[in-house]
């Protein structure tokens, strides 16, 4: 049973299109995360929630955002993509955010943009 | 800027023989350091962890030291296993930060049999 799940595992579009990637987690985690991957290969974080709410944002454009309908799930919504967008995106969680508790990571979203 | 670097890219090590790999950090404000494994086309899984307040960790054959005067930390696994193959990102958390993970770029291990 997936701990960390993520839809789709790849996407590919157009430039200019409009595109979203959902994040559950079964793990009863109270905080999630997105992370990008880029071509570089550094992991670097965009967002994260605790409870529903918005603790860290990591000065990404405002093309993007994110949406935590309930603690189980963090979705990512990309406006007007952009070439630069081609990336792998992880969904992550971990239980309470005052700590230094594991981070679970999903299998990823590959993302390339034409 | 790169606050958490891990200067090899890749390492190849036999079977059975000892892997280090090895992670700087500039920011003195961390003080907290993980390890985490990534395979192809899967997310990273959480590894191993040290505090600042200690110098070294052990979990079965994986052991993390940190040596803070030369903002310096390692990962050894002995004896290494062919299963052992993989990317392995080194990341650090600072207190004031809302705990958020910075990641290095990753070294890629490979132990041949």
């Known amino acids: 049973d997936t701990a960390v799940s993520q839809t789709p595992k790849y996407l590919v579009t157009q430039m200019g299109n409009d595109k979203s990637i959902k994040c559950e987690q079964n793990?009863?985690?109270?905080?999630m995360y997105w992370y990008k991957q880029d071509s570089k290969k550094f992991l670097k974080i965009m967002f994260s929630?605790?409870?529903?709410?918005?603790?860290i944002n990591e000065t990404v454009p405002n093309r993007f955002s994110p949406k935590s309908p309930d603690k189980a799930h963090l979705n990512l919504h990309i406006n007007s993509l952009e070439l630069g967008d081609s990336a792998v995106y992880f969904c992550?969680?971990?239980?309470?955010?005052?700590?230094?508790?594991?981070?679970?990571f999903g299998p990823g979203t590959r993302l390339t943009v034409l | 800027d790169q606050q958490v670097k891990q200067n090899s890219p890749s390492l190849s090590v036999q079977e059975g023989r000892i892997s280090i790999l090895n992670c700087d950090y500039t920011?003195?404000?961390?003080?907290?350091f993980l390890w985490y494994k990534k395979y192809p086309a899967e997310g990273p899984t959480f590894l191993i962890s040290i505090s600042s307040i200690k110098d070294k960790n052990e979990d079965g054959r994986f052991t993390v030291f940190l040596n803070k005067s030369a903002k310096h930390l390692s990962l050894h696994i002995v004896p290494s296993q062919p299963g052992d193959s993989a990317v392995y990102f080194c990341a650090a958390s600072a207190q004031g930060s809302n705990y958020k993970l910075t990641f290095g770029k990753g070294t890629l291990l490979t132990v041949n049999p």
């Open positions: 929630y605790n409870n529903k709410e918005l603790i």
């Open positions: 992550a969680s971990s239980q309470g955010l005052n700590n230094y508790n594991e981070q679970f």
């Open positions: 793990l009863g985690h109270d905080t």
């Open positions: 920011n003195s404000m961390f003080d907290y």
